[in-house]
């Protein structure tokens, strides 16, 4: 049996740019392959981590064409499609749709501290794109919370999936199961990745498979699996870097990893800048330890 196109391990990439801040598109296409090739089921393409906020619409729309054109079989794309309006998110949704994605990467509104009516309003409109919506709850960021009745309500009015899950509270996955069976739950933070794993996720929208997917990768699937005894050690190994996905710095750190680790990190646009010198120590020590280790 073919499992959905949003389970599995969907990496929310990095995205590439020229010395001048240009999007290098060439190199972004080469890390859809790479990711592909070590093992990974898909891309999120224009979330945080790909930067979105800081692209043109063109650069946006071109960057899930990218990433559709460079995806072989079989592999599938997840867009983010966050937006301030609604009937933008929805245009968003249907150029995925237009571009080839298989599903679309949703955050509540986060313009303002949006209630509960126009939480429910804000996904039905996005939902008319037609393609799969798995919903993103960040409350840290976005300081919108969609608890497990509010996911329980969009679920059983058929506007979503499932929930990429990155509040850190593992008891969440629990009461959601619970109150919403059949919503798949997908690990939203690395360092929670086991907890989460153990507790029914049946994907993860990950960060640090950016930068070693074959390890990443394998975690995962000891980790849904419920293979402690296997899963706990790489785990332990990993968790130094897997924790930074859940920072402030955490583009600025992966794409530092990824650069330790042979791969174009590089940059990142305004208004993010270089890290301090002292976290990037921190995080350069943390990357060649687990590289010491064998990991990749």
């Given at each position: 049996m073919?499992?959905?196109v949003?389970?599995g391990v969907?990496v929310?990439?990095?995205?590439?740019?020229?010395?001048?801040l240009?999007?290098?598109y060439?190199a972004?296409?080469e890390?859809?392959?790479f990711l592909?090739d070590?093992g990974?089921?898909?891309v999120?393409?224009?979330g945080?981590l790909?930067e979105?906020?800081?692209?043109?619409?063109?650069?946006?729309?071109r960057?899930v064409?990218?990433?559709v054109?460079?995806?072989?079989?079989?592999f599938h794309?997840m867009?983010?499609?966050?937006a301030?309006?609604?009937?933008?998110?929805r245009?968003?949704?249907?150029?995925a749709?237009?571009?080839?994605?298989?599903?679309?990467l949703?955050?509540?509104p986060?313009?303002y501290?949006?209630d509960r009516?126009?939480i429910?309003a804000?996904?039905r409109?996005?939902a008319k794109?037609?393609?799969?919506v798995?919903?993103y709850?960040n409350?840290?960021?976005t300081?919108?919370?969609?608890t497990p009745?509010?996911?329980?309500?969009l679920?059983?009015?058929?506007?979503?999936?499932g929930v990429?899950?990155?509040?850190?509270d593992v008891?969440?996955?629990y009461?959601?199961?619970?109150?919403a069976?059949?919503l798949?739950?997908?690990?939203?933070?690395d360092?929670v990745?086991?907890?989460?794993?153990?507790?029914?996720a049946v994907?993860?929208?990950?960060g640090y498979?950016n930068m070693?997917?074959?390890?990443?990768?394998?975690?995962?699937h000891?980790a849904v699996?419920g293979d402690?005894a296997k899963a706990?050690?790489?785990?332990?190994d990993l968790?130094p870097?897997?924790r930074?996905d859940?920072?402030t710095?955490?583009v600025?750190s992966?794409?530092?990893s990824m650069d330790?680790?042979?791969?174009?990190g590089g940059a990142?646009r305004?208004?993010?800048?270089?890290?301090?010198?002292e976290i990037?120590?921190?995080i350069t020590?943390d990357?060649?330890?687990?590289?010491?280790k064998?990991?990749?």
């Amino acid at each position: 049996m073919t499992a959905p196109v949003w389970h599995g391990v969907h990496v929310a990439t990095a995205l590439p740019f020229h010395d001048d801040l240009t999007v290098d598109y060439d190199a972004y296409a080469e890390h859809v392959r790479f990711l592909a090739d070590g093992g990974c089921d898909g891309v999120c393409p224009n979330g945080s981590l790909g930067e979105y906020q800081t692209l043109t619409g063109e650069e946006r729309a071109r960057v899930v064409r990218t990433a559709v054109e460079a995806a072989p079989d079989g592999f599938h794309v997840m867009p983010g499609v966050a937006a301030y309006g609604s009937a933008e998110s929805r245009r968003w949704a249907e150029q995925a749709a237009e571009a080839g994605a298989s599903s679309v990467l949703l955050l509540p509104p986060n313009a303002y501290r949006a209630d509960r009516r126009a939480i429910v309003a804000h996904y039905r409109e996005v939902a008319k794109a037609g393609l799969p919506v798995v919903a993103y709850n960040n409350p840290i960021d976005t300081k919108v919370d969609l608890t497990p009745s509010l996911l329980a309500e969009l679920h059983q009015e058929g506007l979503i999936v499932g929930v990429k899950e990155f509040t850190g509270d593992v008891r969440r996955a629990y009461e959601i199961a619970e109150l919403a069976p059949g919503l798949d739950l997908l690990v939203g933070s690395d360092d929670v990745l086991l907890e989460l794993g153990i507790a029914g996720a049946v994907g993860w929208i990950a960060g640090y498979p950016n930068m070693i997917p074959r390890a990443t990768v394998e975690l995962y699937h000891l980790a849904v699996a419920g293979d402690v005894a296997k899963a706990l050690p790489v785990y332990r190994d990993l968790h130094p870097l897997l924790r930074w996905d859940s920072k402030t710095e955490f583009v600025q750190s992966i794409k530092l990893s990824m650069d330790l680790a042979g791969r174009k990190g590089g940059a990142c646009r305004p208004p993010r800048l270089a890290l301090a010198p002292e976290i990037a120590e921190r995080i350069t020590r943390d990357t060649e330890a687990v590289l010491a280790k064998g990991y990749r």
